[in-house]
């Protein structure tokens, strides 16, 4: 079994800020990890992932977020947000082998909220 | 692109009714998967299904059952609706059951239920 914690349910931050989203995880086995956007009234949508090899991902819009295996942890940065960064934000994870209904995991998710 | 079609953004039931929640996906996807989304509980597996007229419970499934009757077609049914059961409910379909790749999501559909 498999666990996320994401340890701020909201982050405000003002317009051209940097942010940081922070995600720890707890899983017995190697795993992969997500962050998934939800903008209002919308679905969920892939914003970067990790598999294997380099720690440091980038994705889309301009975010990126760093794997460290030591501290369990997946955080999620952007150097300068934009009023349209405003969404919820969740983080998964995915046991590397394997299936069945512990497959992928989600956070309880961190609304960003961008001030201008 | 692929795309994950929910029938309803907003529905209203009442208490006892049969509710059907129904979701398309457009790319031959092998899987799919019901998720309900709280406010604070984030996402929460319901049932999903690896093949057609396969399912497999989730981490919440009961009050609810689904079919899939058809490889791009994914049904959530809710036997007897409850107050309860009002919630935003997620469609998911992703090429390989975990891992690797990744799950797209329909917009969703917002459920009252009075």
């Known amino acids: 079994a498999q666990s996320v914690t994401q340890l701020d349910s909201q982050v405000p931050v003002f317009e051209e800020a940097p942010v940081e989203l922070r995600c720890n995880y707890s899983s017995s086995v190697s795993v992969y990890l997500f962050w998934y956007v939800q903008y209002p009234n919308q679905g969920l949508q892939l914003l970067l992932k990790y598999l294997s090899g380099s720690t440091l991902v980038k994705g889309i819009n301009g975010f990126e977020a760093e794997f460290n295996k030591s501290q369990t942890s997946f955080h999620l940065r952007k150097p300068s947000v934009h009023i349209s960064d405003t969404a919820e934000y969740f983080c998964?994870?995915?046991?590397?082998?394997?299936?069945?209904?512990?497959?992928?995991?989600f956070g309880k998710g961190t609304h960003l909220i961008i001030q201008p | 692109d692929v795309k994950v079609t929910q029938s309803s953004r907003y529905l209203v039931k009442r208490t006892g009714e049969k509710v059907f929640l129904e979701c398309v996906q457009d790319m031959d996807h092998e899987n799919m998967f019901w998720y309900r989304q709280d406010p604070g509980l984030g996402l929460r597996l319901i049932y999903f299904s690896y093949d057609v007229k396969m399912k497999e419970k989730g981490d919440i499934p009961e009050g609810y059952s689904v079919s899939r009757e058809k490889k791009e077609r994914f049904s959530l049914i809710l036997e007897s609706a409850s107050t309860n059961q009002t919630s935003m409910y997620l469609c998911?379909?992703?090429?390989?059951?975990?891992?690797?790749?990744?799950?797209?999501f329909g917009d969703g559909t917002r459920l009252s239920i009075l």
């Open positions: 998964a994870v995915s046991p590397d082998s394997g299936g069945g209904a512990d497959g992928l995991t």
């Open positions: 998911a379909s992703s090429l390989i059951l975990w891992g690797i790749q990744p799950q797209h």
